[in-house]
T-cell receptor, first 115, second 109 residues
Framework: ETGVTQTPRHLVMGMTNKKSLKCEQH?????MYWYKQSAKKPLELMFV???????ENNSVPSRFSPECPNSSHLFLHLHTLQPEDSALYLC??????????????FGPGTRLTVT | GQNIDQPTEMTATEGAIVQINCTYQ??????LFWYQQHAGEAPTFLSY??LDGLEEKGRFSSFLSRSKGYSYLLLKELQMKDSASYLC??????????WGAGTKLIIKP
């Protein structure tokens, strides 16, 4: 595998379910990100991890819980979600965090539908 | 507040040239990025500008004017595979990316 991978690619869950999204980067990067992408809206940054430590939490509801066990893996644990949480969830990584000019590499995303 | 504006949708003809504009307002500025996103796929990096001027990379060029808070992405010799959304993102003083909603580019034969 190369680049940034995400599983599952598609997920349908009820509001009472608990599920997890997984992201893995094979680039040796130090920073990882979770974004939410809704139709016709800008990407919303949810969480940032740098060297496994959470550095940003942009007022994300507690029903989203991130976990970063090492610099290569990132999880997003989901529970008691709402229909408005339906969106594409993108994972990204970059060589460093808080560095000008550092590009981010994105995974293909998980298309989440909450019923 | 911080804001990025770019057109929602543009249409162009195969073989032609198209310019996608982006204006930004951020707290501080550490550069501007353009990404391409095909439907159902990951965004991929196209360009980064931090100094005023034009950066050329093959058929794609990106321009920045810091004083005007303005950038554009220029695509030449359009091909059908260029049909995608183009995302503009400005990096603020905290090194956070402020994203636009994207411009959907439709290429017609």
């Amino acid at each position: 595998e190369t680049g940034v991978t995400q599983t599952p690619r598609h997920l349908v869950m009820g509001m009472t379910n608990k599920k997890s999204l997984k992201c893995e980067q094979h680039l040796g990067h130090n920073a990882m990100y979770w974004y939410k992408q809704s139709a016709k809206k800008p990407l919303e940054l949810m969480f940032v991890y740098n060297f496994k430590e959470q550095t940003e939490n942009n007022s994300v509801p507690s029903r989203f819980s991130p976990e970063c066990p090492n610099s290569s893996h990132l999880f997003l644990h989901l529970h008691t979600l709402q229909p408005e949480d339906s969106a594409l969830y993108l994972c990204a990584s970059s060589q460093d965090w808080a560095t000008s000019g550092t590009e981010q590499y994105f995974g293909p995303g998980t298309r989440l539908t909450v019923t | 507040g911080q804001n990025i504006d770019q057109p929602t949708e543009m249409t162009a003809t195969e073989g032609a040239i198209v310019q996608i504009n982006c204006t930004y307002q951020t707290s501080g500025f550490n550069g501007l990025f353009w990404y391409q996103q095909h439907a159902g796929e990951a965004p991929t990096f196209l360009s980064y500008n931090v100094l005023d001027g034009l950066e050329e990379k093959g058929r794609f060029s990106s321009f920045l004017s810091r004083s005007k808070g303005y950038s554009y992405l220029l695509l030449k010799e359009l091909q059908m595979k260029d049909s995608a959304s183009y995302l503009c993102a400005a990096m603020d003083s905290n090194y956070q990316l402020i994203w636009g909603a994207g411009t959907k580019l439709i290429i017609k034969p």
